[in-house]
Protein backbone atom coordinates (compact mmCIF):
# COMPACT_ATOMS: atom_id res chain seq x y z
CA UNK A 1 0.00 0.00 0.00
CA UNK A 2 1.23 3.73 -0.97
CA UNK A 3 0.27 6.59 1.04
CA UNK A 4 1.44 10.24 0.88
CA UNK A 5 1.51 13.22 3.05
CA UNK A 6 3.57 11.87 6.12
CA UNK A 7 2.69 8.27 5.39
CA UNK A 8 4.54 4.98 4.68
CA UNK A 9 6.59 5.15 1.38
CA UNK A 10 6.12 2.51 -1.60
CA UNK A 11 8.88 0.04 -0.61
CA UNK A 12 9.52 -0.59 -4.38
CA UNK A 13 11.05 2.86 -4.28
CA UNK A 14 13.56 2.36 -1.48
CA UNK A 15 17.14 1.69 -2.54
CA UNK A 16 18.07 -1.88 -2.30
CA UNK A 17 21.15 -4.09 -2.66
CA UNK A 18 21.01 -7.65 -2.31
CA UNK A 19 23.90 -10.28 -2.41
CA UNK A 20 22.91 -12.46 -5.22
CA UNK A 21 26.36 -14.46 -5.72
CA UNK A 22 29.59 -14.58 -3.80
CA UNK A 23 32.42 -17.02 -5.35
CA UNK A 24 36.48 -17.20 -5.48
CA UNK A 25 37.03 -15.91 -9.29
CA UNK A 26 40.89 -17.03 -8.66
CA UNK A 27 43.28 -17.87 -6.49
CA UNK A 28 46.70 -18.74 -5.87
CA UNK A 29 48.75 -19.53 -2.55
CA UNK A 30 52.92 -20.14 -3.31
CA UNK A 31 55.16 -21.71 -0.15
CA UNK A 32 57.73 -22.04 -2.53
CA UNK A 33 60.55 -22.60 -0.13
CA UNK A 34 59.38 -24.68 2.59
CA UNK A 35 60.09 -26.65 4.67
CA UNK A 36 62.65 -24.30 5.11
CA UNK A 37 60.25 -21.43 5.15
CA UNK A 38 58.55 -22.78 8.08
CA UNK A 39 61.21 -22.76 10.63
CA UNK A 40 61.99 -18.96 10.40
CA UNK A 41 61.41 -17.88 13.99
CA UNK A 42 61.80 -13.85 12.62
CA UNK A 43 58.98 -11.58 12.41
CA UNK A 44 58.27 -11.40 8.10
CA UNK A 45 57.83 -8.51 6.50
CA UNK A 46 54.21 -8.65 4.82
CA UNK A 47 53.23 -7.14 1.81
CA UNK A 48 49.39 -6.67 1.04
CA UNK A 49 47.63 -5.02 -1.80
CA UNK A 50 43.59 -4.26 -2.54
CA UNK A 51 41.94 -3.08 -5.18
CA UNK A 52 38.24 -3.39 -6.45
CA UNK A 53 36.76 -3.39 -9.81
CA UNK A 54 33.12 -3.74 -10.86
CA UNK A 55 31.73 -4.67 -14.29
CA UNK A 56 27.68 -4.42 -14.91
CA UNK A 57 26.07 -7.96 -16.02
CA UNK A 58 22.66 -6.72 -16.37
CA UNK A 59 20.38 -3.87 -15.88
CA UNK A 60 20.43 -3.91 -12.18
CA UNK A 61 23.09 -6.15 -11.42
CA UNK A 62 26.79 -5.52 -10.84
CA UNK A 63 29.74 -8.32 -10.40
CA UNK A 64 32.27 -6.66 -8.17
CA UNK A 65 35.55 -8.18 -8.02
CA UNK A 66 37.91 -7.90 -4.91
CA UNK A 67 41.38 -8.77 -5.46
CA UNK A 68 44.07 -9.40 -2.45
CA UNK A 69 47.61 -10.11 -3.37
CA UNK A 70 50.13 -10.53 -0.66
CA UNK A 71 53.67 -11.93 0.63
CA UNK A 72 55.88 -12.43 3.68
CA UNK A 73 59.02 -12.31 2.96
CA UNK A 74 62.29 -13.18 5.69
CA UNK A 75 65.82 -12.23 5.20
CA UNK A 76 65.30 -11.44 1.49
CA UNK A 77 63.70 -15.27 1.51
CA UNK A 78 59.60 -15.24 0.26
CA UNK A 79 58.17 -17.40 3.28
CA UNK A 80 54.54 -17.32 1.33
CA UNK A 81 52.48 -15.68 -1.75
CA UNK A 82 48.81 -15.20 -1.90
CA UNK A 83 46.38 -14.05 -4.64
CA UNK A 84 42.74 -14.01 -4.28
CA UNK A 85 39.78 -12.61 -6.17
CA UNK A 86 36.90 -12.67 -4.46
CA UNK A 87 33.54 -11.10 -6.30
CA UNK A 88 30.21 -11.02 -5.97
CA UNK A 89 26.72 -10.22 -7.72
CA UNK A 90 24.77 -7.20 -6.42
CA UNK A 91 21.82 -6.64 -7.24
CA UNK A 92 20.90 -2.64 -6.69
CA UNK A 93 17.79 -0.72 -6.67
CA UNK A 94 16.74 2.38 -6.76
CA UNK A 95 19.53 4.02 -5.87
CA UNK A 96 20.37 7.17 -7.38
CA UNK A 97 22.75 7.79 -10.25
CA UNK A 98 25.38 10.05 -8.83
CA UNK A 99 25.37 7.32 -5.60
CA UNK A 100 26.06 4.31 -7.87
CA UNK A 101 29.68 4.24 -8.09
CA UNK A 102 30.07 4.86 -4.00
CA UNK A 103 27.53 1.91 -3.50
CA UNK A 104 29.52 -0.49 -6.21
CA UNK A 105 33.01 0.21 -4.79
CA UNK A 106 32.35 0.92 -0.98
CA UNK A 107 29.09 -0.77 0.11
CA UNK A 108 29.95 -3.93 -2.22
CA UNK A 109 33.58 -4.98 -1.40
CA UNK A 110 32.79 -3.95 2.11
CA UNK A 111 30.39 -6.49 2.18
CA UNK A 112 32.78 -9.63 0.60
CA UNK A 113 36.22 -8.40 2.76
CA UNK A 114 35.06 -10.84 5.44
CA UNK A 115 34.49 -13.66 3.73
CA UNK A 116 37.60 -12.93 1.46
CA UNK A 117 39.50 -12.12 4.81
CA UNK A 118 38.65 -15.69 6.04
CA UNK A 119 39.99 -17.44 2.71
CA UNK A 120 43.43 -15.82 3.37
CA UNK A 121 44.22 -16.77 7.14
CA UNK A 122 42.13 -20.33 6.77
CA UNK A 123 44.89 -20.66 3.70
CA UNK A 124 47.84 -18.98 5.34
CA UNK A 125 47.62 -21.36 8.77
CA UNK A 126 47.03 -24.28 5.81
CA UNK A 127 50.48 -23.29 4.55
CA UNK A 128 52.41 -24.67 7.47
CA UNK A 129 51.96 -20.55 8.98
CA UNK A 130 49.93 -18.78 11.90
CA UNK A 131 46.84 -17.19 10.44
CA UNK A 132 47.47 -13.86 8.48
CA UNK A 133 44.39 -11.83 9.71
CA UNK A 134 44.01 -8.87 7.51
CA UNK A 135 43.27 -5.58 9.22
CA UNK A 136 39.75 -3.97 8.09
CA UNK A 137 40.12 -1.81 5.26
CA UNK A 138 38.54 1.48 4.87
CA UNK A 139 36.73 1.33 1.50
CA UNK A 140 36.11 5.52 1.63
CA UNK A 141 39.42 5.90 1.89
CA UNK A 142 40.57 3.61 -1.11
CA UNK A 143 37.39 5.08 -3.12
CA UNK A 144 38.15 8.92 -2.59
CA UNK A 145 42.31 7.67 -3.62
CA UNK A 146 40.71 6.18 -6.87
CA UNK A 147 38.58 9.15 -7.89
CA UNK A 148 41.18 11.36 -7.07
CA UNK A 149 43.67 9.59 -9.23
CA UNK A 150 40.81 10.08 -12.14
CA UNK A 151 40.25 13.58 -11.56
CA UNK A 152 43.77 14.96 -12.89
CA UNK A 153 42.89 12.51 -16.49
CA UNK A 154 39.49 14.18 -16.83
CA UNK A 155 39.87 17.58 -16.13
CA UNK A 156 39.60 19.57 -18.93
CA UNK A 157 43.02 21.42 -20.38
CA UNK A 158 43.57 24.85 -20.96
Given at each position: ???T??????????????????Y????????????????????????I?????????S???????????G????????????????A???R????????????????????????????????V??????????D?????A???Q???E???A?????
Amino acid sequence: MTTTNGGQADPQAQPQLNVVAQYIKDFSFENPNAPQSLSLAQQPQINIQINVNARPVSDTDVEVALKLEGKAESNNSLMFRFELEYAGIFRIKNVPQDSMNAVVLIECPRLLFPFAREIVATTVRNGGFPPLLLDPVDFVALYRQRMAELQPANAPTA
